[in-house]
Nanobody, 119 residues
């Protein structure tokens, strides 16, 4: 499964952005899609994930400001980010976890999209 992320950019403190990630390629199932981020000098961290059933999980820093959603028919996951803060500046990576046709588990990563929030 290949992932193509888009929607990053430069925004001012308090602004909004919407990230999109499209999964392509064949698999038995994609049971979870999500977003992670990595700021310079820091480890990659969870932002939000969503299962195929629509169950979500957010990092504490994302709660109340970010909303993850998913279109299963389009194999697309979205991240609506509101009230962005300078500390949200990072490269945002899309992730998908699922089962391949041979029943092996997989975890795929997108190429990352830069989000920069200016103060």
């Amino acid at each position: 499964v290949q992932l193509q992320a888009s929607g990053g950019g430069l925004v001012q403190d308090g602004g909004s952005l919407r990230l999109s990630c499209i999964a392509s390629g064949s698999s038995r199932s994609i049971y979870e899609m999500g977003w992670y981020r990595q700021a310079p000098g820091k480890q990659r961290e969870l932002v939000a994930v969503i299962t195929s059933a629509g169950n979500t999980d957010y990092a504490d820093s994302s709660k109340g400001r970010f909303t993850i959603s998913r279109d299963n028919a389009k194999n697309t996951v979205y991240l609506q980010m509101n009230n962005l803060k300078p500390e949200d500046t990072a490269v945002y990576y899309c992730n998908a976890r699922g089962l391949a046709w041979n029943w092996a588990s997989f975890a795929s990563w997108g190429q990352g999209t830069q989000v920069t929030v200016s103060s």
